[in-house]
């Protein structure tokens, strides 16, 4: 049974930074690819960005490009969301997902539970 599990949420302040975690279960993790969405209150889910599984490659949606860094750790099965310059944008809730292609593609294998990030300007 694959499980992902985010960690790291919370409030802050704009301009602030938060780093989000994702734990995997279940899966290779190498052999997928992992990245993150959001959804916003009202809004429809969206990708933040995606890694391959060996790391080689990446991408953003426009909106994060420069302040956004998705890294993972293939030792730890873990994958992690380092957020900068957050403005109240930003705030959503944050999905960890896995995707057996080269990249996350907008409906992936699987997905976490979610984690709510909250930025107050």
């Known amino acids: 049974q694959v499980q992902l599990v985010e960690s790291g949420g919370g409030l802050v302040q704009a301009g602030d930074s938060l780093r989000l975690s994702c734990a995997a279960s279940?899966?290779?993790?190498?052999?997928?690819?992992m990245g993150w969405f959001r959804q916003a209150p009202g809004k429809e889910r969206e990708i933040v960005g995606s890694?391959?599984?060996?790391?080689?490659?990446?991408s953003y949606t426009d909106a994060v490009k420069g302040r956004f860094t998705i890294s993972r750790d293939n030792a730890k099965n873990a994958v992690y969301l380092q957020m900068n310059s957050l403005n109240p944008e930003d705030t959503a809730v944050y999905y960890c997902?896995?995707?057996?292609?080269?990249?996350?593609?907008?409906?992936?294998?699987?997905w976490g539970q979610g984690t709510q990030v909250t930025v107050s300007s």
């Open positions: 997902a896995a995707d057996s292609s080269l990249l996350v593609r907008a409906t992936p294998d699987y």
């Open positions: 279940g899966l290779t993790f190498i052999r997928y690819a």
């Open positions: 890694m391959s599984g060996s790391g080689r490659f990446t």
